[in-house]
Every structure is written in C-alpha cells, then in structure tokens.
C-alpha cells in the first residue's frame, strides 16, 4: 500500500511537471511521447534501484540512485515552488475580480511560470547538496542531580538517520565521524536508521565505526530502515560496528546512567516484535539513577512520563527538504530540537546525520548531537 501511494503521488507530479512544460513550450506529438517515457522511467528509478542493488549490480545501482533521488529532489522543489506561483496566481485573480480592474501587468506567462521555479529548484537543490555535507555539532547541556559525585560531566553523543548504503558511503560517513571523534565522547549512541535498502556492499563502513571507542561504550537501537534493509543482515552490521543493540532492553553502565532501548514499529510488519512495551521496560529501571531512553521515532508515550529523563530520537529529519519540515511539524509535535516535558522528561529529536533518497537538505542541516549531563544538586533541569 505504502509503494502503491508512494508512486501514485510520484507519478502525479511528475505529471504535473509535464503539464507545466508542454505548457510553456510549444511541443510536438512525437516529442510529448518521448518526455512521458522519459517521466514514467524516472518514476520507476526507485524500483530499478532495488532491482539492480538485489541482483548485485551494485555500479549500476549506486549511479541509478544518485540520480535518480538527486531529480526526485529537484522535482519536488519545482513543485513546491510552482504551488507557490499558483497561489499567486489566486492572488492575482482575486484581485482582478474584487477591484473589477485588468491587472495584466503583473500576470506570469506559461513560459515564466516554468522557468521561474525551475531556475529556483536548480538554485535550492545545489543549495541543499552542499548543506547536506555540512555536518554540524548540536550542544545541550542538561543539568541533573543523579549523576555520582564523583562525576561532574557525562558527554553522550548521538547519532541518528544516518541511512548508510548507496549514496551515504564512505566520504560522507567520514564527515560524519569526524564530528563524532571531536566531540570526545563518553557514550556514542545511534537512534536508528543506521543502514538504509540492501547493504551487502559497505565495505570498509564498520571498520570506521570500530576506530570510535568511547570509554562507556556505544549503544544502538534499530529504526524502521533496518527492516526494510533486512533486519539480521542490518543487525549484524551495527554488532560488528561495535554497538549494543537494544530491543526492549535496558543497561546500567558502571552505575552512572541507565540506557533503555526501544523497538521500533516496523518490527512488527516483519514479525520481528520484541514483545516488551516501553511502560514495561522504563517501569524495571531504578529511578535513583539517570534514565536515557533511546526511541527511534519521537511520540512520547504519556504513561511513561517520569519514568525517563531525556529520549533521544529521530527519524523525521525536520522534513529534510523544505518545505515538507512543515508537513512533519503536523504529525510530530516536536519534529526537530529540545523539548520539557512533563514530570522531569525530556525529549531531543535529531534532524538526522545522513540523507535518505535524495541527497540533500533544504533548511534542515545534519547534525551530530552533543549532550552534556551535567551534575547539579538540585533536580533535572535544562
């Protein structure tokens, strides 16, 4: 069903595109043919993808993936800036009928309401490759009274979205590290999504993530990419890359902080459900000691407020390309940044480290989270 919706609106703004165009042009029948081929084959990139990425051609199905999800992304921004033009185009009209005057003046010609935001999506798509490489460090600092006294500061660096596999390789994921080793951690974890389709070719990618070694150890927790990219192969991957998966489970390390890890939805569409509900796995955890619950996408469940002092979260990106970060905001409450809660909680949803399907982000930059708990003698505040 997913699939079914995802290329239905996939083909109807490729058809949208194509109206806009033929509009703007004056086009032969035989050239019109020509370009909705050329349009239902680019609709179609993401199935040849996986297609060639299953039957092992992995050259050809990293070149398809590039450019294919880098014109989806130019595609979708046409779009929106073409809706935008639209809209004023309504103004425009209103303004005609509501002043009774001709305002002819400052109507768009077909030609003009395609090259306009063509040139703006050209514009906003280097735009956005070019902030997709720029990893940046987001620092909070939370102040709480149940680190030990003979710890001042707990450094806990997060990693989230990082949708490791055709595009996001090993140039990318160094950036990423890099941020990662300067920061100096003392517990690296992954909020899920570490892998993204089939990753029988990531070699080398593990290996990168072994050279990180934080003095507390590093934690993970599967998101809804690891099952479509196979769970067993995908879990294997983040085991060898040095992480303690968590599913339903939660570790006391060295008495300084509790880490519990949840399982994500999308398990239960593979059957692959751990079982254990969240109220169930925070209501085990001792209260006495910090509690960092690791969730992969960010609702908060209200029967555990209280039972968790800070979730850390991803999966939405902040829309990765705006304007859909606007669309997020409406199913996520708090789809990106720092959030108090209720009860002495807290939540942090990441906007991602990686990219998933096109490479790039518009007014969403990567990030690698920085938490610094803090010890205070008072209770938890930010």
């Not at 058809?15 to 043919?33: D, E, H, I, S, T």
Request: aromatic share 12%; with cysteine.
């Amino acid at each position: 069903m997913f699939l079914i919706i995802f290329f239905f609106l996939y083909g109807g703004v490729h058809l949208y595109a194509f109206l806009r165009f033929r509009a703007a042009f004056l086009l032969g029948v035989p050239f019109q043919l020509v370009l909705l081929l050329a349009m239902a084959a680019l609709t179609l990139t993401p199935f040849f993808v996986r297609l060639a990425e299953k039957h092992g051609y992995e050259i050809l199905a990293r070149w398809l993936s590039f450019g294919g999800y880098l014109w989806m992304g130019v595609l979708f921004l046409f779009f929106s800036w073409s809706l935008a033009l639209d809209l004023y185009r309504i103004v425009i009209r209103t303004g005609e009928i509501l002043l009774h005057q001709d305002l002819a003046a400052f109507r768009l010609s077909p030609r003009l309401r395609f090259l306009i935001p063509g040139v703006l999506a050209l514009g906003s798509a280097l735009y956005g490759y070019y902030e997709a490489l720029s990893i940046r460090a987001e620092e909070i600092t939370l102040q709480t009274s149940k680190l030990p006294e003979s710890l001042d500061r707990l450094r806990i660096v997060q990693i989230s979205d990082v949708h490791l596999g055709l595009i996001v390789r090993e140039d990318r994921f160094g950036k990423i590290l890099r941020v990662v080793s300067r920061a100096q951690p003392d517990i690296l974890v992954s909020t899920g999504d570490l892998v993204d389709g089939q990753i029988n070719g990531l070699p080398g990618l593990a290996e990168m993530l072994q050279a990180i070694n934080p003095r507390f150890g590093k934690y993970a927790i599967p998101g809804n990419h690891e099952y479509y990219a196979g769970f067993r192969q995908a879990a294997d991957f983040t085991v060898r890359s040095g992480f303690t998966m968590l599913r339903g489970e939660s570790v006391s390390i060295d008495g300084l902080v509790t880490i519990a890890g949840v399982d994500d939805p999308a398990g239960g569409y593979f059957h692959e459900e751990n079982g254990i509900s969240e109220k169930e796995l925070l209501s085990g955890t001792s209260r006495k000691q910090f509690t960092l619950l690791l969730k992969h996408r960010p609702f908060v469940n209200k029967e555990c407020l209280g039972l968790f002092d800070l979730q850390l979260s991803g999966h939405v990106h902040k829309g990765q390309i705006f304007p859909f970060g606007l669309f997020t905001k409406l199913y996520y409450p708090v789809h990106a940044g720092f959030s108090v809660l209720a009860q002495n909680s807290h939540l942090y949803v990441s906007r991602g480290s990686g990219t998933w399907g096109p490479p790039i982000r518009v007014l969403s930059p990567p990030e690698v989270t920085v938490i610094d708990l803090v010890r205070h003698p008072r209770r938890a505040t930010e």
